[in-house]
């Protein structure tokens, strides 16, 4: 099973900064099978980004992701007052079907 | 616009039972995966349980391996989640979840979210 590693596990930063979370993968994640997701207090997850680099529909393009292998990131330019939540990433390239990381919290400094 | 609505939370007594269910529409939900992810009070996110879309691939996390029994029904759009022999470790917001539409077989990532379903295992 590949276990994935959300790093750090808070962020603090102010609004118009830039973030970078980072999701390392206890193997190679193949054919870059990586999402993120975004989730606020008492909603569901939203899909952000999948295949590793992908915006999924109607995401801003402050949101981006990167990485192959075993590392990836997911990055926030200028954050805005919504950005600030829990960031998830999962790897669907190996059985079991999905596995998640522990979620970094990205908090207003 | 596709929608996935649970129902049947609760609370339930440890050993007891419960069933989930999800309704879905704005999409053909027959041709569609279909997964359970939970989510424990304060905690990350858990996959739970998979089917494939004609019922014939289906897979649990070993935490609910010969506790847990999915299923769906095609010609009433519904996904099902019958939970028996419950524990307090089971306390959770449990999701129903679609695939995505850009990957191929049983692995991919959830684009779209029910709302949660709400489950407590409590005397």
């Known amino acids: 099973e590949i276990v994935l590693t959300q790093s750090p596990g808070t962020l603090s930063l102010s609004p118009g900064e830039r973030a970078t979370l980072s999701c390392r993968a206890s193997q190679t994640v193949s054919s870059s099978y990586l999402a993120w997701y975004q989730q606020k207090p008492g909603q569901a997850p939203r899909l952000l980004i999948y295949g590793a680099s992908s915006r999924a529909t109607g995401i801003p393009d402050r949101f981006s992701g990167s990485g192959s292998g075993t590392d990836f990131t997911l990055t926030i330019t200028r954050l805005e007052p919504e950005d600030f939540a829990v960031y998830y990433c999962q790897q669907y390239g190996s059985s079991p079907p999905i596995t998640f990381g522990q979620g970094t919290r990205l908090e207003i400094k | 616009e596709v929608q996935l609505v649970e129902s049947g939370g609760g609370l339930v007594q440890p050993g007891g039972s419960l069933r989930l269910s999800c309704a879905a529409s704005?999409?053909?939900?027959?041709?569609?995966?279909m997964n359970w992810v939970r989510q424990a009070p304060g905690k990350g996110l858990e996959w739970v349980s998979y089917i494939s879309s004609s019922s014939s691939f289906i897979y649990y996390a070993d935490s609910v391996k010969g506790r847990f029994t999915i299923s769906r029904d095609n010609g009433k759009n519904a996904l099902y989640l019958q939970m028996n022999s419950l524990r307090a470790e089971d306390t959770a917001v449990y999701y129903c979840?679609?695939?995505?539409?850009?990957?191929?077989?049983?692995?991919?990532?959830?684009?779209?979210w029910g709302q949660g379903a709400l489950v407590t295992v409590s005397s």
């Open positions: 979840a679609r695939r995505g539409m850009s990957c191929s077989g049983s692995n991919c990532y959830v684009e779209y």
């Open positions: 704005g999409f053909t939900f027959s041709t569609f995966s």
